[in-house]
């Protein structure tokens, strides 16, 4: 599906079903150097199971046209702009790493539109480190690499039949960082995260319920850096899940079904 916001030409996956804005609609927001394709099992099994589903292209990566957002802020602008061009009154927003970041905020400035909050692989302050940053700006193919050792607690999941997840990401990256021509998408988005201050007055502003799938070995944000996001949430009265589940931090890929059961039942 193709929604134009501000002029652009936005891509949003719909898990092989009709958009019904009637429906209870669920957006799913990628991290740094990712696509829609990360949610492919989430996405579409909600799709399936009675929601509308937006796994998105952020602007300027891969299918999405427009300018890729500079700072986590821009993004959240972005959400609201998607929300009102599609016709959505309210959704749930599901966002991974960076995504989980413009979800928070999205969440926090729109406030009543937005049902559920699921943030998948967060942490605040998310970091990255000037090794990390600097390679992506000046040997990003390095950087790839780096994050994909990183992000992966196996290089094949159990679940997964054989499926070669360190491989598949590599190659991901590759794709996107690709995809346009003009920015250095790794960069900026990791760039983004390093600079986002508004973690905890983000989580005091919510209103809707917040689900935190946390990876038991995830290196790039471990469990225990989203303590402040969760004691914030629970200090400012909101409904709050957390649920541990086991790899890593692509938790989409290497734990696909623990993964969706948690936001299934969670949305429910």
């Known amino acids: 599906m193709r929604i134009q916001v501000q002029g652009a030409d936005i891509y949003a996956y719909t898990g092989g079903k009709a958009f019904d804005a009637a429906k209870p609609t669920a957006i799913f927001i990628h991290g740094v150097l990712c696509d829609h394709s990360v949610w492919a099992l989430q996405s579409r099994y909600m ?13 300027g990566h891969c299918k999405s046209g427009g ?3 500079r700072s986590v802020e821009d993004a959240a602008t972005f959400i609201g702009q998607l ?15 960076w995504g989980s ?5 999205a969440a926090a400035r729109l406030q009543d539109r937005i049902s559920h909050l ?15 940053l600097d390679s992506a700006l000046n040997t990003p193919e390095k950087a790839i690499a780096m994050v994909n050792t990183f992000s992966r607690a196996t ?27 003009d920015v250095n998408l790794l960069h900026a988005g990791f760039t983004a995260c390093d600079s986002y201050a508004g973690g905890e007055a983000a989580m005091g502003a919510i209103t809707a319920p917040v689900l935190f799938v946390l990876g038991e070995q995830d290196q790039m944000t471990p469990p225990k850096a989203a303590k402040g996001l969760v004691d914030a949430a629970k200090a400012a009265g909101k409904t709050v899940k957390v649920q541990t589940i086991p790899n890593g931090h692509n938790q989409m890929t290497e734990s696909p079904d623990p993964t969706l059961f948690a936001i299934r039942d969670f949305l429910k």
């Open 118 to 132: 699921v943030l998948v692989g967060t942490a605040f302050p998310m970091k990255v480190a000037p090794a990390l």
């Open 155 to 181: 290089l094949s999941p159990p679940n997964g039949a054989g499926s070669w997840v360190f491989g598949a990401g590599m190659a991901l990256g590759r794709r996107v960082l690709a995809s346009n021509a």
């Open 67 to 69: 300018t890729p957002p």
């Open 83 to 97: 929300m009102d061009a599609a016709g959505l009154q309210q959704a749930a927003l599901v966002g991974h790493s």
């Open 101 to 105: 970041l413009i979800a928070m905020e």
């Open 47 to 59: 799709a399936n199971h009675g929601w509308n589903v937006l796994a998105l292209d952020l602007p």
